[in-house]
């Protein structure tokens, strides 16, 4: 497992843009697989992005696909997800999550996971 500290969260009016960070101590991410998933209040927790061990593939859910990009810069340990045309319906906490397992867009394809950041976005 690795160690993972989500930055970045905040409020933001609809149509806006924010950068997320999550950044590991120690071990280096470039062996694991990425995803970054958000939890409403009363929802479960959904996946959201995702991008491969060796930056090969990403995988987005439909709600985010053409406005959130995930990247990573594997020399400074750090992956982002940056959100343009922010919608309210985008309000959530993020977390980031690092995994090996083949099954990079659902929560049991990860097993070291960050505390969250708090994204608002308001109408």
């Known amino acids: 497992q690795v160690q993972l500290v989500e930055s970045g969260g905040g409020l933001v009016q609809a149509g806006g843009s924010l950068r997320l960070s999550c950044a590991t101590s120690?071990?280096?991410?470039?062996?694991?697989?990425m995803g970054w998933f958000r939890q409403a209040p009363g929802k479960e927790r959904e996946f959201v992005t995702a991008i491969s061990w060796n930056n090969v593939s990403t995988y987005s859910a439909p709600s985010v696909k053409g406005r959130f990009a995930i990247s990573r810069d594997s020399a400074q340990h750090t992956v982002y997800l940056q959100m343009n045309t922010l919608k309210p319906e985008d309000t959530a906490v993020y977390y980031c999550a690092a995994g090996k397992s083949s099954r990079l867009t659902t929560t049991r394809g990860y097993d070291s996971w960050g505390q969250g950041t708090q994204v608002t976005v308001s109408s």
């Open positions: 120690g071990r280096a991410l470039y062996t694991y697989n």
